[in-house]
């Protein structure tokens, strides 16, 4: 019994500590996100960027960004039921 106790607690505390860091990774891509978009569209001819539904930069914000660079959505791809890969083109 006391067992079950100690690996419930151990869980328990395992959890807390992993939403702990989502929520710190979270906090951390959102705070660097003109940074991560200026990289990834740096002005070559064409740039990709995967989506993950759990996390980091959404699916809006990579579209605007893109745009906002002189990129145009080329192509989506689900790859699975959390990650989108899109394909951009730079614009003429």
């Known amino acids: 019994m006391e067992l079950i106790l100690i690996a419930l607690m151990a869980f328990i505390v395992l959890g807390f500590f992993y939403l702990g860091v989502r929520k710190f990774s979270e906090t951390?891509?959102?705070?660097?996100?003109?940074?991560?978009?200026?990289?990834?569209?740096?002005?070559?001819?064409?740039?990709?960027?995967?989506?993950?539904?759990?996390?980091?930069?959404?699916?809006?914000?990579?579209?605007?960004?893109?745009?906002?660079?002189?990129?145009?959505?080329?192509?989506?791809?689900?790859?699975?039921k959390k990650i989108t890969a899109l394909v951009f083109k730079k614009a003429a």
Do not use: W
């Open 28 to 80: 951390k891509t959102q705070k660097n996100a003109e940074h991560i978009l200026n990289e990834k569209f740096n002005g070559s001819g064409t740039a990709t960027y995967r989506v993950h539904s759990s996390g980091g930069l959404r699916f809006e914000q990579v579209l605007q960004g893109a745009e906002k660079r002189g990129y145009k959505l080329h192509a989506q791809n689900n790859e699975s």
